[in-house]
């Protein structure tokens, strides 16, 4: 049986001095899922503009369905001007408000959810709102709730978070993250391990997903914590690596792959694409040993 996914938030234009890409972490994610073979669908909104036709225009020639995609005649489509420091790590300067922070709740957009294996959401979709509201009724009908924390400063705060957490089933957090989680909701824990385990008995996550950079990752499953050193790659931007990584580690799970393969996958998919230009580089199913 085909496994179906739906991701809920962001579809943008990141901005480099060069010129701009398609972006957005929730479009990234399904856009790697597509390329992966997995059944994907994308609920976000883009302006009446040349961006928004420009990003809708990008995923047809991605071969995307766009039907979930709502189009704000208020709101113009979003633009992040994206900038690297020497090591080239992205920081990030988030326009608002923009299209997608007005995503409303449809029929067509709660039935695709009601009909999808997970539903992977962000808390940065949820900074106005609007878009908080639709993201919160539609995790009502979600199987699996994959809540990828995702934090852009100044755009979250301890509230938020909390609320966000206590709905998910699987998490996605880096290292600069759990730090912030740490220190917001008072873990004691001094090693990775110690701190997924007060984690996820805090909020009670099935299984939570820790991304290390160039060390790799880790992820706790049912008390047990598996790791990865991850692959080495002369990195051009970090601009969508955890992105890819996310839908390669959704991928490989929902079909049932041992964990130690999944994550060996999905690091070797982020590396891939941090060692690329923008988000969205072309790849095949060369570049990992998935058997799609």
Known sequence: MQNKVITIGEILWDVFPEGKKAGGSSMNVALNLHKQNIESNFISAVGDDDNGRELLSFLKDNHFDSALIQTNSELPTSTVVVQLDQNHQATYTIKQPVAWDDIKITDQNAEAVKQADALVYCSLTCRN???KKTVLALLENAKTKIFDINLRAPFYEKELIGELLAKADILKINEDEIVWVKESFGLTGNTDEQLLKQLSSQFNIEMICLTLGDKGACVLKDGKLYKHK????????TVGAGDAFLATFIACYLQGFPMETTLDNACKVGAFVASQVGANPE??????HMAL
Do not use: C, H, P
């Open 129 to 131: 709102e609007a878009s």
């Open 230 to 237: 991850g692959y080495k790659v002369q990195v051009a931007d």
């Open 283 to 288: 790849y095949n199913k060369k570049i990992y």
